[in-house]
Structure formats: structure tokens, C-alpha cells
């Protein structure tokens, strides 16, 4: 493997890397504003 080859996919490795980790913390923002947010949003819980 050449040295540009090896540095092209340490590259792509890394956004790889970045893509999974985002998209862990997107999954978790999700669940965590369908367990934690009133049923009407945050105007419901405004009124409370």
C-alpha cells in the first residue's frame, strides 16, 4: 500500500469513526425527548 493510499484510508477511518459516534449521540437526544418530553412539548410543560 503506498503511503497516500494509507493516509487516504486513515482518513476515511477517522469520518467513519466521527459518523458513528454522531449518530450514537443522535439516537440518544432522540429517546431521551420521547421519554422526557410532555406529550405536547415544551409549551405543555410551560403551563404545568
Not at 1 to 22: C, G, I, P, R, V
Amino acid at each position: 500500500m503506498s503511503e497516500n493510499s494509507k493516509k487516504t484510508y486513515a482518513e476515511l477511518e477517522h469520518e467513519f469513526k466521527q459518523y458513528s459516534t454522531l449518530s450514537g449521540i443522535a439516537g440518544i437526544l432522540g429517546w431521551d425527548m420521547q421519554v422526557n418530553m410532555p406529550p405536547k412539548g415544551l409549551r405543555s410543560a410551560r403551563t404545568s
